[in-house]
């Protein structure tokens, strides 16, 4: 994976992409998008490839769209520029593979909307998150108003959305946003511990649970529990049960 606005590497299964436009905040460009798009469908093919860490390069997580390249007042601009955003991160939401957001630094707007794309998030100490739009007269257009409420439920996504504020790292994750809060130095070798957890469990069950889960809460109970035994009948039939069971009972 060449790209010119993010650093790629993968070791033991773990792909580690950073965002690397520190000179803007890692601001989400056309081009970022573009190839974090792409990042994301060689991921989805590559066998070698188990779980993904999302980060940053700088101190910034990520400061939302690239207001310099975003006219939002042009004709249908809006829809094109939210478009193009929502299907890269839903494409993070429906890999299946984990995702993990390490989020070093603020996540602001577009930012905040990519670190909810992820399955988990550990923030530096020194992290915050914020929905600033209301403040331009807009509000987040990439999920945020959705995905957040998901998560840390209505009244603190509201309070969030309608005023703006920005909350640091502690505050998140007594709001459930983060997993965890870790100081800023141990950032990357904590998403590396727990990435490395998930690349020792079987691909298959974590793209089912993925499955069962992100689609599950989208539906009624019966039909999501429904949903559930589908997913776990069809483990029950790959090799990968198979293989885990033989080696348990041979304990």
Not at 17 to 24: A, G, T, V
Not at 117 to 130: N, T
Not at 155 to 164: F, I, P, Q, R
């Amino acid at each position: 994976m060449n790209f010119q606005t993010l650093l790629c590497e993968k070791d033991n299964g773990i792909v580690t992409i950073s965002l690397n436009r520190p000179d803007r905040m890692n601001a989400l460009s056309k081009q970022l998008l573009q190839e974090l798009g792409a990042a994301m469908e060689e991921i989805a093919e590559d066998e070698e490839a188990n779980v993904v860490i999302i980060t940053s390069q700088g101190k910034a997580f990520c400061a939302g769209a690239d207001i310099a390249e975003t006219d939002l007042s042009a004709p249908n601009a809006a829809l094109k520029t939210t478009k193009v955003f929502r299907t890269v991160f839903n494409s993070i939401e429906a890999l299946p593979k984990p995702v993990i957001a390490a989020v070093n630094g603020f996540a602001l707007g577009g930012g905040c909307e990519l670190a909810l794309a992820c399955d988990l998030r550990i923030a530096s100490d020194k992290a915050s998150f914020a929905f600033p739009e209301v403040k331009l007269g807009l509000i987040p257009g990439a999920g945020g108003t959705q995905r957040l409420p998901r998560i840390i439920g209505m009244s603190n996504a509201l309070e969030m959305l309608l005023t703006g504020k920005r909350i640091n790292a502690e505050e998140a994750y007594r709001f459930g946003l983060v997993n965890r809060v870790v100081p800023a130095d141990n950032l990357l070798e904590e998403a590396r511990n727990l990435a490395g957890k998930l690349a020792a469990v079987p691909p298959l069950g974590i793209g089912m649970a993925k499955t069962a889960v992100r689609t599950g809460m989208n539906m009624d109970i019966g039909s999501a529990l429904e949903l559930e035994q589908q997913c776990f009948r069809y483990l029950t039939t790959t090799k990968d049960y198979g293989e885990e069971r033989n080696a348990f009972l041979d304990k």
